[in-house]
């Protein structure tokens, strides 16, 4: 799962230009143990969290956890605490504990945009497609020009069922950024579950034009041809993921067997053969 924020951001949030750079002074009087706790006269806030973001950022998760885990205990009405808190438990693997420290730092905080795409995030890595949906939302109602929400929100809605709600999401992703792969392909799944396979077929040329050498792409687009009783150009797609990919040759061999549309090939390396040379379309 992707962070939406960089874990410098938290505090750029909070107080745009506060240099990052500026608090490594005191990570290094931390790692040289002359820091003082959390919260001690003459350390502020954002020198606090700012240990932890630097922390972070140079790999030591687990000891930036240990910080902030400090800092809450300090600060415990900051919603950046918890918002950073939520970062790093999607870090640790745990996203069920991001979720209740995303929702801590909503509760203080309840519109704030990185903040809830934590939560959605969270949502989505524990199997809860419609909550994050729910979370996505509500950033998009906020900063609905960011194809990163729309495209979270598709994907969110795809994986609840909700066909039609990801479509809008995703075709309102694709208008903002036109070069975003990852729309373009999960609007061609969209598009065939919804047995749109032209608009299926648009979406992966689409994504095609951008990025030629997208296997999983063509063997998608392969299918959705296939489906669309384009046997011939579905083959020659076919073969040009082989060719890319040829890993690619079981997800090939199991759509060439589908019992409505394909062909059964009963020798495995003649198929392989076939696809490596099939620049040309094939003969029923």
Known sequence: MRDHVPLGAVLAQRDAGH???????????????????????GMSFENDLGAVIACANAGDIEHAWDLCRRVEAAYPAQPAVHQLLAVLSMQRGQPKEAGDYAQESLALRPNHVPTLMIAGDAARSVGTTDLAAAHYTR???????????????????????????????????????????DAWFNLALVCQDMQDLNGAIAALNRLLVLCPTRADALVNLGIVLQANGQMDEAFLVYGRAYRLQGDTF??????????????????????RTALLHSERPLTA
Do not use: F
């Open 139 to 181: 950033a998009y109602l906020l900063q609905p020009d960011r194809p990163d929400i729309c495209l979270a929100l598709g994907i969110a809605h795809y994986q609840s069922g909700q066909l039609l709600p990801a479509l809008n999401a995703l075709e309102r992703c694709v208008h903002l950024a036109p070069e975003s792969l």
């Open 19 to 41: 240099p990052l750079s500026l608090l490594t002074p005191w990570r290094r009087r931390e790692a040289m143990g002359t820091m003082q706790p959390p919260g001690v006269a």
């Open 250 to 271: 079981g997800r090939i061999a199991h759509a060439l067997a589908a019992e409505k549309t394909g062909r059964m090939w009963l020798d495995l390396d003649d198929l």
